[in-house]
C-alpha cells in the first residue's frame, strides 16, 4: 500500500462548480497535510494546509482532514479554467514529507 | 519561488560521470527534501535532511547520495550517471511540522545520455 493515494483522474467540471479532491494516507502518525496544484513544466506551488480535523478555508479553497478515516479533501468551489492542473496531497510521515501521485483536473468552459 | 534555488537549472551528461545538484535556501528550514519526477509516478522522495549533517534516504535513494554541511545548502550527487536517472529534479524545505511555510525549488532537468 501506498503512504498517500490519490485517484490519478482526469477529474473534469464545468466552470463555476465545486470540484472535489481526496487523498488516503496510511501512517496514522501522520501530523501535517498538505495541498499542491502543478502546472505542466512548473514546480508544485503550496495552497493549503491542514493538521487538525475539521475543516479549513482559504478563498475558493477549503481542506478538510479527517483522521480516523485517514483521509484528506480539497474542494475548488467556483471553478475556472485556470484551476485546471494537477492536485498534489501531501502528508509528513516520520519526517519525511511524503506525495500522492496527483489528480489533474481540469475544468472545461 | 521565494527563498529557494536550483543549480544548474539544465544539464546534459553522460552515462557514467558524476553529477552534483545544488539547492540553496535562505528561508533557515530545518528541513530539506530532494524529489525527482517522472510521468506517471508523480514526486518520489530521493533523501531528506532534517538537520546539519542529518540525512537519511527516501523511497528511491539507490545511486544518490546527499549532503548537508550547512543550513543553506543541500547537495544531491549521482555517483555515476545512468539513463534511468534521467528525470526532474526538484528540492524543497519546511520550516516545521506545523508550519505553512514550505516552499519548492524551481526544478532541475537532467538528460543523461
Known amino acids: 500500500q501506498k503512504e498517500v493515494e490519490q485517484n490519478s483522474g482526469p477529474l473534469s467540471v464545468p466552470e463555476g462548480a465545486i470540484a472535489s479532491l481526496n487523498c488516503t494516507y496510511s501512517d496514522r502518525g501522520s501530523q501535517s497535510f498538505f495541498w499542491y496544484r502543478q502546472y505542466s513544466g512548473k514546480s508544485p506551488e503550496l495552497i493549503m494546509f491542514i493538521y487538525s480535523n475539521g475543516d479549513k478555508e482559504d478563498g475558493r479553497f477549503t481542506a478538510q482532514l479527517n483522521k480516523a478515516s485517514q483521509y484528506v479533501s480539497l474542494l475548488i468551489r467556483d471553478s475556472q479554467p485556470s484551476d485546471s492542473a494537477t492536485y498534489l496531497c501531501?502528508?509528513?510521515?516520520?519526517?519525511?514529507?511524503?506525495f500522492g501521485t496527483g489528480t489533474r483536473l481540469l475544468v472545461s468552459p | 519561488d521565494a527563498g529557494i534555488t536550483q543549480s544548474p537549472r539544465h544539464k546534459v551528461t553522460e552515462t557514467g560521470t558524476p553529477v552534483t545538484l545544488r539547492c540553496h535556501q535562505t528561508?533557515?528550514?530545518?528541513?530539506m527534501y530532494w524529489y525527482r519526477q517522472d510521468p506517471g509516478h508523480g514526486l518520489r522522495l530521493i533523501h531528506y535532511s532534517y538537520g546539519v549533517k542529518d540525512t537519511d534516504k527516501g523511497e528511491v535513494s539507490d545511486g544518490y547520495s546527499v549532503s548537508r554541511s550547512k543550513t543553506e545548502d543541500f547537495l544531491l550527487t549521482l555517483e555515476s550517471a545512468t539513463s534511468s536517472q534521467t528525470s526532474v529534479y526538484f528540492c524543497a524545505t519546511l520550516g516545521g511540522y506545523n508550519a505553512d511555510t514550505q516552499y519548492f525549488g524551481p526544478g532541475t532537468r537532467l538528460t543523461v545520455l
Open positions: 501531501a502528508v509528513i510521515s516520520f519526517q519525511k514529507l511524503v
Open positions: 528561508e533557515n528550514h530545518r528541513y
